[in-house]
Nanobody
Framework: QVQLVESGGGLVQAGGSLRLSCAVS????????MAWFRQAPGKEREFVAA????????SYADSMKGRFTASRDNSKNTVYLQMNSLKPEDTAVYYC????????????????WGQGTQVTVSS
């Protein structure tokens, strides 16, 4: 079992950037693939990006390709989500999640979640 804590959310203008971090405690961080999801008010939680345990492979939702970059630093037990060219429709609570296999895009596949960090993009 691992514990996940997100940070880095905030208020940003459209076109701006944010970098989210997710610090993970527990053993064998590199054994876990990590993912980012988001949930806007009144909407279902949706997949954003995933990164494999060694960081060599990444996967993105189509609407995030080219704007978002997921990465990880296994020496720091941390996964990142760099978000560029942000749009108002990116406003949501962003969650990181851990799983023992890659890639997994369904929220139901994940049992390890952080508490989320709010990202608000103003127009």
């Amino acid at each position: 079992q691992v514990q996940l804590v997100e940070s880095g959310g905030g208020l940003v203008q459209a076109g701006g950037s944010l970098r989210l971090s997710c610090a993970v405690s527990g053993r064998s961080f590199s054994n876990y693939a990590m993912a980012w999801f988001r949930q806007a008010p009144g909407k279902e939680r949706e997949f954003v990006a995933a990164v494999s345990g060694n960081g060599a492979a990444t996967s993105y939702a189509d609407s995030m390709k080219g704007r978002f970059t997921a990465s990880r630093d296994n020496s720091k037990n941390t996964v990142y989500l760099q978000m560029n060219s942000l749009k108002p429709e990116d406003t949501a609570v962003y969650y990181c999640a851990a799983i023992s296999w890659y890639p997994a895009r369904r929220p139901a596949d994940y049992s390890n979640w952080g508490q989320g960090t709010q990202v608000t993009v103003s127009s």
